[in-house]
């Protein structure tokens, strides 16, 4: 990137990191992995004709958004963890981090450049996923559940926010590739098990109360991303049992689907700043 030909461009440092970022993402080979995964999926869930499935009285294009739905929960944040947290220890270890600040480029430009390039990289494979589903619905005269669909776009992307976030605080805050991969696979796993089994031997053992159980189930962001995904389609959440009761009559339904976009677009934001100070703070080379 030459500062020179930015500067004749009027291009602003944060814009010549975004794209910078953009091109060497769309390039990378896990950008097709990403995009295979994601619209292949949607591709395999039409061909097995899932929309003609009912399961739990849910059929036609609102069975296959569950299912789709289902999955990106299980992949979405790991591919977002795996592929951000080297972001910025990557470069630091290859010395592109130190090539690059020897341009004029702020600190601030760079980091939130590269989240933001991330961010687009991450969101818009999953929406257009999603928007290909919606458009074969159309083509077949299927009804479209619009309200679940522009809700679910707003978790899709709370959801990449959150976990960039997460990933881009990792990337600033170990001096190694290897402790960037690991502490995000295991996190990730953490996650995973604390949806259900953890949290259902924690309770078990100890005989602690159920809203003690629940609102500690509820500080991760996957849990949060499943109920809410439940919701639109399950209003009396049914399939949670008794804890229903108790996430409904705290919240309820319209409380509880804010909550599900304002609390991890917070963690995102939260994880970014803090990953901005260890960034600014620490040693950059």
């Known amino acids: 990137m030459n500062p020179s ?27 097709l992995v990403y995009l295979l995964i994601f619209g292949g999926a949607v591709v395999v869930l039409i061909s097995l004709g899932i929309t003609e499935s009912r399961v739990m009285g849910f059929t036609g ?12 929960i299980a992949i979405l944040p790991i591919f977002i963890l795996i592929t951000t947290v080297r972001t910025v220890v990557g470069e630091r270890e290859s010395n ?3 090539y690059l600040l020897s341009m004029p480029i702020p600190l601030g430009a760079y980091y939130w450049g590269k989240l933001t390039a991330r961010f687009l990289v991450v969101f818009l494979p999953v929406f257009g996923a999603l928007a290909l589903s919606i458009t074969w619905g159309t083509l077949q ?15 899709l992307a709370t959801l990449a926010w959150c976990f960039l976030g997460f990933g881009m605080f990792l990337s600033t805050l170990v001096r190694k590739q290897e402790w960037a991969m690991g502490l995000a ?9 604390f949806l259900d ?6 309770m078990l053992q100890h005989k602690l109360q159920e809203e003690v159980i ?70 950059l080379v």
């Open 61 to 72: 294009l609102t069975r296959l958004l569950i299912t789709y739905f289902q999955l990106c």
């Open 5 to 31: 030909s930015t500067s004749q461009r009027g291009s602003t440092p944060f814009k010549s990191v975004t794209l910078l970022d953009l091109r060497e993402s769309v390039r990378a080979r896990w950008f």
């Open 197 to 202: 089994a953890i949290l259902i031997g924690v």
């Open 214 to 283: 629940i609102g500690i189930t509820l500080l991760n962001p996957l849990q949060v991303f499943r109920t809410g995904a439940m919701l639109l389609f399950d209003p009396e959440l049914t399939i949670l049992g008794p804890a229903s009761y108790v996430i409904l009559d705290f919240f309820g339904k319209q409380g509880y689907l804010t909550f599900c976009i304002g609390y991890p677009m917070l963690l995102g934001w939260v994880f970014s700043l803090l990953g901005f100070r260890l960034f600014k703070k620490g040693d």
């Open 185 to 193: 696979f295991l996190s990730w796993l953490l996650l995973l098990l």
């Open 96 to 98: 592109v981090l130190e």
């Open 141 to 155: 005269n299927l009804t479209i559940p619009w309200q679940a669909v522009s809700y679910y776009t707003l978790m």
